[in-house]
């Protein structure tokens, strides 16, 4: 039973920064898709940042060059780094997982691809 969990939302000022974590159980990472997404309330789910098979990630417009997506081999743990957070970036925040081979890129920002979510982490940025 795969299992995902989300820790470390809060709120900030805006420029300011927070780390989010996601910690798996259950999860063979030989072949993986791990991402992270956001809804703010009246919005869809919007793909942030996630990372390949083979490690390499992949950004949503918005997130590039804030957020830094991580995974840490030892503990299994992913990460979003986020910098210079705006007021929009407030929402709720979700990690994603799918076992199975994953060549990344922007069709793996979409929601649907994903099987496995947390329950989510809030993040509120004021202004």
């Known amino acids: 039973q795969v299992q995902v969990e989300e820790s470390g939302g809060g709120s900030v000022p805006a420029g300011g920064s927070l780390t989010l974590s996601c910690s798996t159980s259950?999860?063979?990472?030989?072949?993986?898709?791990l991402g992270w997404f956001r809804q703010a309330p009246g919005k869809d789910r919007e793909g942030v940042a996630m990372?390949?098979?083979?490690?390499?990630?992949t950004y949503a417009d918005s997130a590039k060059g804030r957020f830094t997506i991580s995974l840490d081999s030892a503990t299994n743990t992913l990460s979003l780094q986020m910098d210079s957070l705006k007021p929009e970036d407030t929402a709720a925040y979700y990690c994603?997982?799918?076992?199975?081979?994953?060549?990344?890129?922007?069709?793996?920002?979409?929601?649907?691809?994903?099987?496995?979510w947390g329950q989510g982490t809030q993040v509120t940025v004021s202004a």
């Open positions: 259950g999860f063979t990472f030989t072949y993986y898709c």
């Open positions: 990372v390949a098979s083979d490690g390499t990630p």
């Open positions: 994603a997982a799918n076992q199975g081979y994953c060549s990344g890129g922007f069709l793996w920002l979409s929601a649907p691809r994903y099987k496995f």
